[in-house]
């Protein structure tokens, strides 16, 4: 029976974005459409991914914190979305878990997150 | 009115767009017909109109002679849900099978009927959407859900009849009104409606326009 919510969201994700594979500790930038009236602009939301939620699914999210004067922010974005214009990976963290919920608690130089040794991305930074 | 047999299947979201703005809809997944009239009424024979539809197939060996027989007459193998539409809005012929794209085109308003799940003996907060006790302090202590006084003092001094208490919940038949056709998927006889529907995943549910 699963099989045939498949075909439904398939047909959904045939024309999914490409996005670069990230995960729970990197930095990334997301462009986002936002509609004012008539006109179309583009606002980037630039954070730490702090989680991937419901993977490999029509319903998958990941959340994005940046900490904006002083105030942290999280955005919940759905992968599918089509007003995600494109995803930018600026930093690839190294992190012992898949939800980053203890960075809520810190702030400054407590939340920081070491980069991977490993990473692929070149440091703008 | 018309109207198909078929199964829920689950249920998932999708992104649509309205005008200009994109929504992500929660929706539900229909596995619906292919349907076979299994008879036809008509109001001079039976005394009123009404198509008999046949869905799923069963066993032969499940099935009951007096049933065999009449899926017989429509030159069709047995079935294992059989429902009766009055006054159906589609010219058919017996032994005619109906699926879903004949009925239904996206856009189109739905009402879906099915039985809700059971979910066994149940207070009257869940069962009939009591306010229960307001709060737990003032000397409140263990009736936070109850349902308060039921037959008053010397006036009525007793109970009136169908008033709404703790019991069995769940279980019985649900109509759930204009739910919008999102997607038809002719080759899966999928539909796609916006919204939750009755009922467990494998469950028959009726879909009428």
Do not use: W
Not at chain 1, 57 to 78: D, H, L, M, W
Request: proline share 3%; aromatic share 6%.
């Amino acid at each position: 029976m699963n099989d045939l919510i498949k075909i439904v969201e398939n047909a959904s994700v045939e024309n999914k974005p490409n996005f670069p594979a990230f995960k729970a500790g990197d930095t990334i930038n997301v462009h986002v459409k936002i509609r004012e009236g008539n006109k179309e602009r583009i606002q980037q939301f630039k954070g730490t991914v702090i989680q991937r939620r419901n993977p490999s699914s029509n319903g998958e999210t990941f959340t994005v914190r940046k900490v904006s004067n002083g105030v942290g922010v999280e955005r919940i974005f759905p992968v599918l979305s089509p007003n995600i214009e494109k995803i930018e990976v600026l930093k690839q963290g190294k992190v012992r878990r898949a939800r980053l919920f203890y960075l809520r608690g810190k702030m400054g130089k407590a939340a920081r997150i070491r980069e991977r040794v490993d990473s692929t991305v070149q440091s703008a930074e | 009115m018309s109207g198909i047999i078929g199964k829920k299947v689950g249920m998932t979201s999708l992104f649509i767009t309205e005008g200009t703005s994109v929504k992500q809809v929660a929706c539900t997944v229909i596995q619906a017909g292919p349907c076979v009239v299994t008879q036809v009424k008509t109001k001079e024979k039976e005394g009123y109109d009404a198509v008999q539809l046949g869905f799923d197939e069963a066993k032969e060996k499940n099935t009951t002679q007096p049933l065999l027989n009449h899926f017989k007459k429509a030159n069709t193998t047995p079935k294992r849900k059989v429902t009766e539409f009055r006054e159906f809005a589609k010219e058919v012929k017996l032994g005619d099978v109906l699926s879903v794209q004949d009925l239904f085109q996206e856009g189109d308003f739905v009402d879906v009927i099915g039985t809700a799940k059971g979910k066994g003996f149940q207070g009257v907060v869940k069962r009939h959407g009591f306010g229960g006790v307001g709060g737990s302090t003032h000397g409140q202590h263990n009736r936070q859900r109850h349902p308060g006084s039921v037959g008053a003092s010397s006036y009525p001094s007793r109970v009136f009849k169908g008033l709404r208490m703790a019991g069995r919940t769940g279980g019985n038949r649900v109509k759930v009104q204009n739910l919008k056709v999102i997607k038809v998927i002719a080759e899966h006889n999928l539909i796609v409606v916006t919204g939750a529907i009755p009922g467990a995943k494998n469950s028959y549910v009726i879909i009428e326009k």
